[in-house]
């Protein structure tokens, strides 16, 4: 059974780098994309970007320019960097993986708790 | 403001049948699957549906899916009082390149 853990800091002041890790437990770590998704108080989920085992991402356009997503394969984890924090960045972030071909993107299945991220001055 | 389209809100009594509507475009749901997911607050989405009608291994099968065109709905049958939470749809968009959510419908049963 498939589990994602995740941490990072979860409090950040503006301007600030926000960094967050989450790790794959139970299963193999190649042969999928791995997503970072996340849910602002009281709103809607917004997909950040995603990376396959290869170091290949894709990343959500409105965030793109802020956005590092990174993948280190020998301790099956992948991290986010998300740069200029401001107070419009606090949400939950959720770390999931992602059944997907080079061709087709097909569901994201397992997710990880998510972590409660604050920015305030 | 969300690129899939979903009812903020849908409500039903105990053993009703409700559906929820997700509206896209043909970058999106016009071209690729759709899944939906369940989120009960304070928890992460749960996968409900993937793939237009598929269900995962122990998600009853009160609850399926469907799409047409740019189109898709979710229908939940039989409902019972802890189906109350929020449901969303996604999809790939092409033109994105990236996933796309709907906004969410809060599910409530009277």
């Known amino acids: 059974q498939v589990q994602l853990q995740q941490w990072g800091a979860g409090l950040l002041r503006p301007s600030e780098t926000l960094s967050l890790t989450c790790a794959v437990y139970?299963?193999?770590?190649?042969?999928?994309?791995w997503s970072w998704v996340r849910q602002s108080p009281g709103k809607g989920l917004e997909w950040i970007g995603e990376?396959?085992?290869?170091?290949?991402?894709n990343y959500n356009p409105s965030l793109k320019s802020r956005v590092t997503i990174s993948i280190d394969t020998s301790k099956n984890q992948f991290s986010l960097r998300l740069s200029s924090v401001t107070a419009a960045d606090t949400a939950v972030f959720y770390c999931?993986?992602?059944?997907?071909?080079?061709?087709?993107?097909?569901?994201?299945?397992?997710w990880g708790k998510g972590t409660t991220v604050t920015v305030s001055s | 403001q969300s690129v899939l389209t979903q009812p903020p809100s849908a409500s039903g009594t105990p053993g009703q049948r409700v559906t929820i509507s997700c509206s896209g475009s043909?970058?999106?749901?016009?071209?690729?699957?759709v899944n939906w997911y369940q989120q009960v607050p304070g928890m992460a989405p749960k996968l409900l549906i993937y793939?237009?009608?598929q269900r995962p291994s122990g998600v009853p099968d009160r609850f399926s899916g469907s799409k047409s065109g740019t189109s898709a709905s979710l229908a939940i049958s039989g409902l019972q009082s802890d189906d109350e939470a929020d449901y969303y749809c996604?999809?790939?968009?092409?033109?994105?390149?990236?996933?796309?959510f709907g906004g969410g419908t809060k599910l409530t049963v009277l």
């Open positions: 999931a993986r992602t059944i997907a071909t080079m061709i087709v993107h097909y569901y994201m299945d397992v």
């Open positions: 139970g299963g193999s770590f190649s042969g999928y994309y």
């Open positions: 990376i396959d085992h290869s170091g290949n991402t």
């Open positions: 043909s970058f999106n749901l016009g071209s690729n699957t």
């Open positions: 793939r237009n009608n």
């Open positions: 996604v999809t790939w968009d092409d033109n994105l390149n990236g996933w796309v």
